[in-house]
């Protein structure tokens, strides 16, 4: 699917999918809908009343307990990771995914559904052009887990992931650009996992009630148990790269630069994600604030020539630590005398003289 990297996209028709939420257990039907241009990507909730809609972007960031959560208010929506990988990596900018449940469907526990989906829908061109995230310098984050990720310049999306697991059992690693035929081809394909050790603790806390082996891979010790034989010799890390290209898509604009990632996590992307949008913001005040308009004349090197004595006063300097203001009230030459206020205004002369010397024209 040839995708303009210049201009917004959407899909071109709706297109519905059906299945098992991994972590509630629910069954629920997503659709995908056209949206107009800068309207980003957003969830609605049809078995709500009033159907409200998340803003899929980091402000709205609320878990990222093994998977990530966004939220407006009391509403929810987990696990929305392969659901945002599929749609940022395949081009798609402006979408609605309408739900009756609060969590996707897990499929096969890749992003390979939805990407089948779009592919269904089909992709739009739409008569805007793209907002880019440029990465000027390094941006890093780093956690107490030992997740490591950091962001360097780079004229494409390009992402290299180390991932090892429990005594670094299955360090796999991988480096590729993010185009959506690579996507499709080397990235959605694979599948979430998740280690043996770390299963009870979930079910604990009444999470993955929809797992089985169907929709995800369990790694006990060095067996892997699967339905089918591993997709990739590396699948761990294909999913790894999954997951950040669905975190950072929450930045609510495409990156162009190279993450680095050693055992990255949901809660290391989301930092990430959280560090991007800090500095485009930061950009953005820097933008505004350059652009405030200036009076033609104004020229602060010229502030003590060109206004004349009798306008001295009209410059930033006010009040009693005005030095050269003209205005002087009759309590001062009552209290002082008229000799003692000239001799102040013949020092005051020769004070605008000095500065007249030093300052630049």
Same mark, same amino acid.
């Given at each position: 699917m040839a995708v303009s990297s210049e201009l917004q996209h959407t899909v071109g028709k709706s297109a519905s999918l059906n299945g098992t939420s991994l972590h509630t257990g629910e069954k629920v039907s997503l659709k995908v809908h056209p949206a107009p241009v800068d309207y980003g990507i957003k969830f609605k909730r049809?078995?709500? !009343?009033? +159907?409200?809609?998340?803003d899929a972007r980091i402000d709205n960031l609320k878990m990222v307990e093994r998977a990530t959560?966004?939220? +407006?208010?009391? #509403?929810? #929506?987990?696990?929305?990771?392969?659901?945002?990988?599929? %749609?940022?990596?395949?081009?798609?900018?402006? @979408?609605?995914?309408?739900?009756?449940?609060?969590?996707?469907?897990?499929?096969?526990?890749? @992003? !390979?559904?939805y990407v089948d989906l779009i592919n269904k829908a089909g992709v739009t061109t739409q008569e805007e052009p793209r907002t880019f995230f440029d990465v000027r310098e390094p941006i890093h984050v780093e956690s107490k887990t030992g997740a490591l990720l950091v962001l360097l310049p780079d004229e494409k999306f390009r992402i290299s992931c180390t991932q090892t697991g429990p005594d670094n059992r299955f360090?796999?690693? %991988?480096?590729?650009?993010?185009?959506?035929? #690579? =996507?499709? $081809?080397?990235?959605?394909?694979? $599948?979430?996992?998740?280690?043996?050790?770390d299963v009870e603790p979930l079910m604990e806390k009444n999470l993955i009630k929809g797992g089985s082996l169907e929709n995800a891979i369990v790694v006990r010790g060095e067996a892997v148990l699967s339905k089918e034989? %591993? $997709? =990739? @010799?590396?699948? =761990?890390?294909?999913h790894k790269i999954l997951d950040i290209i669905g975190d950072l898509a929450l930045v609510g604009r495409r990156i162009r630069g190279h993450v680095v990632a050693v055992k990255p996590g949901h809660a290391a992307n989301a930092d990430l994600a959280r560090s991007v949008a800090r500095e485009q913001a930061r950009r953005g005040t820097l933008s505004v604030t350059r652009a405030l308009p200036r009076?033609?004349?104004?020229?602060?090197?010229? %502030? =003590?020539?060109?206004?004349?004595?009798?306008?001295?006063?009209?410059?930033?300097?006010?009040?009693?630590?005005?030095?050269?203001?003209?205005?002087?009230? !009759?309590?001062?030459?009552k209290s002082h005398g008229q000799g003692e206020m000239s001799l102040r205004g013949k020092r005051r002369s020769r004070f605008r003289r000095r500065i007249d010397v030093h300052v630049p024209r």
């Open positions: 049809k078995d709500l !009343q009033d +159907e409200p809609t998340i959560t966004i939220g +407006e208010g009391s #509403v929810r #929506v987990h696990t929305v990771e392969h659901v945002l990988a599929a %749609l940022s990596a395949m081009g798609v900018d402006n @979408a609605v995914v309408e739900m009756d449940a609060n969590e996707p469907p897990i499929g096969d526990g890749s @992003a !390979q559904p360090t796999q690693y %991988l480096s590729m650009e993010i185009t959506p035929a #690579v =996507f499709e $081809r080397e990235i959605a394909p694979a $599948r979430t996992f998740v280690y043996y050790e034989p %591993l $997709r =990739f @010799a590396d699948e =761990f890390v294909r009076s033609e004349n104004y020229q602060p090197h010229r %502030l =003590f020539y060109e206004r004349g004595r009798s306008k001295i006063s009209q410059t930033r300097f006010s009040g009693r630590h005005d030095f050269y203001s003209r205005r002087i009230d !009759q309590s001062s030459r």
